[in-house]
């Protein structure tokens, strides 16, 4: 069974410009969650999606949004981009019967 | 409101010692409890976890967590530690229903030769 897959790895972009990430879920499971890494506040919660509604959502500004489709597959947007967006960002997806998450290696975005 | 913590930021032991990574946790109702790895470049992995029963959770890699409802803490330990032990190490908390997930800032683990 193929993993969690996000795109791009690395991104570079700079202040003002916008971003979409991609990740595609492990097949068969429909709840996609977003997370933001960075060294001082370790793992951030941003929103959840379950077959294309957003069910839960983080404390984070109208910059961040996402979205989920008939296929399970999610994107994240940032726009405005800030230097402090500069992360890396980590999709899950969840197995509903057991609780884990399955996460893909994350897309490092550097704002400049 | 749900929350975990991680109150060592770091964590030093020499290989073959035991070692402890600590976290507690603050949670409205039954807790659901998770350990993750996560090597350097790399996603998170899953290591254990606690739903219910038994206190004392094996998981993968050797690891072992002890659930203490009175202490509402969920150590992770390893009897014996290996250099490629050697990561950041997240605990996590979820409702029953798992839609969210609250980490803790993680501890990192140096395993010295």
């Known amino acids: 069974k193929a993993g969690v897959t996000q795109t791009p790895r690395y991104l570079i972009k700079t202040r003002g410009q916008q971003v979409t990430l991609s990740c595609s879920p492990i097949?068969?499971?429909?709840?996609v969650s977003w997370y933001q890494q960075t060294p001082g506040q370790g793992l951030q919660f941003l929103f959840e999606?379950?077959?294309?509604?957003?069910?839960n959502k983080g404390n984070f500004p109208g910059r961040f949004s996402g979205r989920q489709f008939s296929n399970s597959r999610s994107e994240m947007n940032v726009s405005t981009l800030e230097l402090g967006d500069s992360a890396l960002y980590l999709c899950?997806?969840?197995?509903?019967?057991?609780?884990?998450?399955?996460f893909g290696e994350g897309s490092r975005l550097t704002v400049l | 409101a749900q929350s975990v913590a991680q109150p060592e930021d770091q964590v030093n032991v020499a290989e073959g010692n035991p070692l402890t990574v600590k976290c507690t946790y603050s949670?409205?109702?039954?807790?659901?409890l998770f350990w993750y790895v996560q090597y350097p470049n790399r996603g998170l992995q899953f290591l254990l976890k606690?739903?219910?029963?038994?206190?004392l959770v094996k998981g993968s890699y050797g690891f072992e967590a002890e659930f203490n409802k009175s202490q509402t803490s969920f150590h992770l330990k390893k009897p014996s530690a290996l250099v490629s032990d050697s990561a950041l190490y997240f605990c996590?908390?979820?409702?029953?229903?798992?839609?969210?997930?609250?980490f803790g800032s993680g501890t990192k683990l140096n395993v010295k030769p």
């Open positions: 899950a997806s969840l197995s509903g019967g057991t609780g884990e998450l399955f």
């Open positions: 996590a908390v979820s409702r029953y229903n798992f839609n969210k997930f609250y």
């Open positions: 097949s068969g499971h429909r709840s």
């Open positions: 606690y739903i219910t029963g038994d206190n």
């Open positions: 949670v409205s109702g039954n807790p659901y």
């Open positions: 999606y379950f077959s294309e509604t957003q069910r």
